[in-house]
């Protein structure tokens, strides 16, 4: 089976940010899933270069287009590297090969009568690139929901594109395919929208040079958005590259909300009129939004760094984030506080706590080696029943392009998995020698339960099957969906290891997650509750994970990397709007320094002024809530307790703490 999957080629006026991300991973993670299947799978995404914006923006910089996009395009290419992002191929729209394929359907339109000359005389959305009509414009602003910005009027000899003579056949295909345009909510809009009725397309412009040419009258330049949808063939070398004839039709366009009436109305009336099939789906997705519901863009300025938070929480925390968030059809909301919550209880508490536990016992009992399991008791059953129904929830879900749901149904496993760990109760098994069968069953389970995990979320977090594989020394090869519910592919006698954790939770001082760390920690003290009554029946010492484990030794070179002073509080107020963060200014040698640090659940502005604290004087500067915060203060917490460390002697802000 082939698999062609492709994401919208974004405009190269400004860096990518978390919200352009989402199409990505998304395609990203069909991709490697359809990859899984052993289908012959490709990826393509790219850049959208011949913009009227473009033009715009690089002359706003002072830098020649084309100079100006190589850099951007760069930043895009980057992005996706660090996210995983596993594309088949990139494809610029001022590459050679796709101008050829633009200027050739250009022509073939043309000659064949579907493409005539005529005078536009109207309106131009240049942020948007869409031609208006005076009678749809919003108080003469653009009536785009997220635009409402002015328009330019028009008045140019251009070349026109017959929508209007597909129409009919577009509604049947419409009609006739119900999978054609997803979710429903969009095909709806979308047949009420074709119903209304089809203009004839404005296909060139004269005002500017930057763009493809109409080969036989050059003043024209080629209508950016009838150029960009061709990227899904050109890409493919059409009209007779061998990927073309492998590949096409697409099996999925995947975009967002905003760009489906363009990809549902213009792409298949070009096709139509080539005489080529029609992609078999159109999918658009919902939008990532901040706290205040605005759409995450440039423009609006709210754009988070996506490298930092990569750097800070890893591509795969990321990815599982962005997947998660957004339910199918409707809008998610970005903001790094919910980032660190999924972080925290999905990644650290659910999932990594699973795996260190049971990994940790099966070091404990039986010195890391894998054991034979013997008979399945009733609990073994359960969990492999559940296997079973979990990886067809995934695979259903992924069908209709809906991570989230894939995600929660993976997770319903990893709940059953940890509770699983519970009932079993290992510890008290392993009191017992006349249980020693039962407990090979058990541990032996926990691993083929780890191998489970590891294979359904490979697709959307492809980081983590080589590190599981490396914890119970796998080859990677043992990554196979078709094998993801068969039990009993581990062979007993591997090495397993402790490692490190998969998800270290995010500490609740370095950023502003207080709120959320606590709520993980009071997870944890139950978790621990129920683990220290059974131990107690048993009289088993203290629970594995009562602490986070001590990390890797280091030497008193890496030690005094580490540069702590002590820091006078001269002032302490909450930051607005939230509820955990503080901001101090600190006297460090002389210089005041600004600290925004969690705290303020835990500490008045007059506990804190006048202190001597701990503060990690050469830690990188790092922005929260616009605020940058130039170090970090120590603190001890657990569960709802929390105390800044502080040096009670009268010792000046600056003296160094060794
Ligand atoms: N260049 C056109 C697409 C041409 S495809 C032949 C374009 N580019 S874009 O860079 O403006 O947007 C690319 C994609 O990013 C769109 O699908 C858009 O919906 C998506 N997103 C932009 N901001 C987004 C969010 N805040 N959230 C989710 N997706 C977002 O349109």
Redesign the pocket.
């Known amino acids: 089976m082939k698999y062609y999957i492709t ?5 190269p006026n400004s860096n990518p ?1 978390i ?2 991300a ?2 990505t991973v998304a395609a990203d993670t069909l991709a490697r899933y359809h990859r899984l299947l052993g289908d012959e799978v490709y990826f393509l995404t790219g850049t ?1 270069e011949n ?1 009227q914006k473009i033009v715009r923006t690089a002359e706003a910089n002072h830098i020649d287009p084309r100079t100006y996009v190589d850099g951007v395009v760069e930043r895009f290419r980057e992005l996706w590297l660090a996210l995983d992002v596993s594309n088949d191929d990139f494809i610029r729209t001022t590459e050679v090969r796709h101008h050829k394929v633009v200027q050739h359907i250009f022509t073939k339109l043309y000659e064949q009568g579907d493409i005539y000359k005529s005078v536009y005389s109207g309106w131009y959305c240049t942020p948007c690139e869409t031609f208006w009509l005076e009678n749809k414009l919003i108080e003469g602003k653009c009536p785009n929901a997220d635009c409402g910005r002015a328009v330019e009027l028009l008045k140019e000899e251009s070349y026109f594109f017959r929508l209007s003579k597909y129409q009919d056949a577009l509604l049947k295909h419409i009609e006739g395919h119900r999978e054609f345009i997803q979710p429903v909510s969009r095909r709806n809009e979308m047949l009420r929208f074709i119903e209304g009725g089809l203009e004839d397309l404005c296909v060139s412009r004269t005002t500017f040079q930057w763009g493809i040419k109409v080969p036989f009258d050059p003043k024209h330049v080629i209508y950016v ?1 009838l150029d ?2 061709i ?2 063939i050109s890409a493919l070398g059409y009209p007779d590259g061998e990927n073309y004839g492998q590949y096409w039709p697409a099996d999925v366009h995947l ?5 489906v009436r ?2 549902a109305v213009i792409w298949p009336i070009i096709l139509m009129a080539l005489n080529i099939p029609l992609p078999k789906v159109i999918y658009g ?5 901040t706290n205040d519901g605005g ?3 440039k423009s609006r300025g709210n754009v988070e760094d996506s490298f930092e938070l990569i750097q800070r929480y890893g591509s795969d925390a990321i990815r599982y984030f962005l997947l998660r968030e957004m339910q199918a059809g409707m809008d998610g909301t970005y903001s790094e506080d919910n980032v660190v919550e999924r972080l925290n209880r999905d990644l650290a508490n659910d999932f990594g706590n699973f795996v260190s536990r049971s990994l940790a016992m099966v070091v404990k009992y039986r010195k890391g080696i894998v054991p034979c399991p013997g008979q399945d008791g009733s609990q073994e059953r359960e969990l492999k029943a559940l296997s079973h129904e979990v990886k067809k929830a995934v695979e259903k879900s992924l069908e209709v392009f809906d991570p989230a749901s894939a995600l929660e149904e993976i997770w319903r496993f990893v709940a059953r998995c940890n509770k699983y760990v519970d009932e079993t109760a290992p510890w008290v098994l392993a009191k017992q020698e006349e249980l020693r069968e039962r407990l090979d069953t058990v541990l032996y389970t926990f691993m083929e339960c780890i191998r489970i995990m590891a294979v359904l979320t490979a697709p959307f977090m492809p980081g983590l099957p080589p590190r599981i594989c490396t914890l119970l020394g796998l080859d990677e090869g043992l990554i196979r969906w078709g094998e993801t519910d068969q039990w009993g592919i581990l062979e007993p006698g591997i090495k397993v290891h402790k490692g490190e954790q998969l998800f270290p939770r995010i500490d609740i001082s370095q950023f502003s997650t207080v709120g959320e760390t606590e709520k993980v920690d009071q997870d944890r003290t139950t978790d621990n509750i129920s683990q220290t009554q059974a131990q107690k029946e048993t009289g088993e010492p203290a629970p594995l994970l009562e602490f986070e484990p001590i990390k890797e030794e280091i030497s008193i070179e890496d030690f005094s990397k580490l540069d702590l002073r002590v820091g006078k509080v001269l002032s302490a107020e909450k930051v607005e709007k939230t509820d955990k963060l503080m901001k101090l200014e600190v006297e460090v040698a002389g210089v005041v320094r600004t600290v925004v640090s969690g705290i303020a659940k835990h500490y008045a502005s007059e506990d804190l002024v006048n202190q001597n604290v701990v503060l990690v004087a050469n830690l990188k500067p790092t922005k929260l809530r616009g605020i940058t915060s130039q170090g970090m203060i120590l603190a001890a917490s657990q569960g709802e307790v929390l105390e800044v460390l502080m040096v009670n002697k009268d010792l000046p802000g600056g003296v160094r703490i060794k």
């Open positions: 994401t919208p080629i974004f405009y940010h919200g352009t989402y199409t959208d913009a958005w960009a949808l990227n899904y975009m967002g909300k905003d760009i363009f990809h997705h919902g939008w990532y939004l759409k995450i863009s």
